[in-house]
């Protein structure tokens, strides 16, 4: 009998608390998605993070440290190569990823990847660039709905996105050619992390509009992780948002797909009010999507405001024997270069009302602590060759 009967893990989906040792190597010098965010805002009303001790884990500018916080607090630095929603995921469930994933950022993709993707789904490939989903749509989406053509783009990601349009492609046929993509581009030099399909509505510029139909198409991780360790014991696996598409399945037990953060954390509260025994594990993704990537200080931090109030429902309806922990999987600083994720350490916040006398704690050289405490809770141990320490034995 594990010390939590249940552990909900909620990964707000890039808010980063400060540049990693090597950010440099990364060109992220300097970068804070939490920090500068606080410091481009009038107002940061996050009563409930700052009760858990956000800000005495983080100095922000609007909200103070609390003398007692009701949570464990501290940081987590990425072991892994790159800053990516994977290689993140994957590092905290165990698996450390010594080479980056591929970009196209700079390059588009291959002319030979393009010609046999125009062969196989029969349409000509339009974009083929690093693009906002937003801005190539109103750029291209016309030209894609009236002559049947195919957009296909990157980010600073690891990805390679193709839009369709539900009205006039249908969301099916969408699926059908990033299907095709993922088989291509699982040769070594094309192998992007994940393939996405960006289904969208309208019909002209200014009116287009992406939809809650998005689907990824991940490579499968390399190796087990404390997630396949989980459901090979009998324990719940229940994945919210996209963490379902990230581990294409591995280790999942029930997958709930979310429309929105708002959406992921009432999905949350509602799982929080079932009898399971394992491991709720949630992705909530508009921080990045939204925010992040749209250099959108204020819109990120009224996602966490927003955050903020579904998580003070959430920890009403949490037992004395629940166990949540909250993190995040990489930075993106709305107000950095670029629209690339950054190289940042994420915060490993640890609440339960059983707790007596939380504290700081010392920074955990790899995300894969969070799978290793999450392992230990239940008497488990992480698969060979996999990174992570349990803190478990810190919780009093």
């Known amino acids: 009998m594990g010390k939590f009967n249940r552990v909900f893990c909620i990964v707000l989906d890039s808010l980063g608390i400060g ?62 190569k790159g800053k990516d929603t994977m290689t993140g995921h994957w590092e905290m469930m165990g698996l450390k990823t010594t080479k980056p994933f591929v970009t196209f950022t700079d390059t588009g993709f291959p002319s030979e990847l393009i010609s046999e993707l125009e062969k196989r789904t029969g349409r000509k490939i339009i974009g ?51 299907e095709i993509a993922r088989e291509l581009t699982m040769k070594d030099e094309w192998k992007v992390g994940r393939v996405i399909a960006r289904p969208y509505v309208g019909k002209k510029k200014g009116e287009f509009k992406r939809t809650a139909n998005r689907h990824d198409y991940a490579v499968k991780p390399f190796g087990r992780t404390a997630l396949n360790v989980l459901k090979d014991n009998g324990y719940d696996m229940i994945s919210i948002g996209k963490i379902n598409d990230i581990f294409v399945g591995e280790g999942v037990t029930k997958a709930i797909h979310s429309e929105s953060s708002v959406n992921g954390m009432d999905q949350t509260i509602e799982e929080s009010k079932k009898d399971f025994k394992g491991l709720c594990f949630v992705n909530l993704v508009d921080f990045d999507a939204l925010w992040g990537h749209r250099r959108d200080p204020i819109g990120y931090a009224k996602e966490i405001e927003k955050f903020d109030e579904k998580l003070g429902i959430l920890l009403e309806n949490l037992k004395e024997d629940d166990l949540l922990i909250i993190t995040a999987d990489h930075g993106n600083d709305p107000t950095f270069h670029g629209t690339d994720h950054t190289r940042e350490k ?51």
Not at 51 to 63: E, T, Y
């Open 19 to 80: 540049e990693e040792p090597d950010a440099d190597l990364y060109n992220d010098a300097g970068s804070d998605t939490l920090g500068h965010i606080s410091q481009t805002v009038k107002d940061f009303n996050i009563p409930n993070l700052q009760k858990l001790g956000i800000a005495n884990l983080k100095p922000l500018v609007q909200v103070t440290p609390v003398e007692k916080p009701l949570a464990y607090y501290g940081a987590l630095r990425e072991a892994s």
């Open 346 to 396: 994420v915060p490993f916040i640890l609440y339960s009302s059983s707790f007596k006398e939380p504290k700081a704690l010392e920074e955990g050289d790899c995300f894969g602590n969070i799978g290793a405490t999450i392992l230990d809770n239940f008497g488990l141990k992480m698969p060979e060759n996999t990174i992570g320490t349990s803190v478990l034995d810190k919780l009093i």
């Open 128 to 178: 083929n660039k690093s693009s906002s989903g937003t801005v190539i749509l109103d750029e291209l989406a016309e030209e894609e709905i009236n002559e049947g053509h195919l957009i296909v783009y990157t980010s600073a990601d690891s990805v390679l996105q193709i839009c369709g349009n539900e009205e006039t492609m249908g969301v099916e046929t969408l699926y059908k050619y990033c």
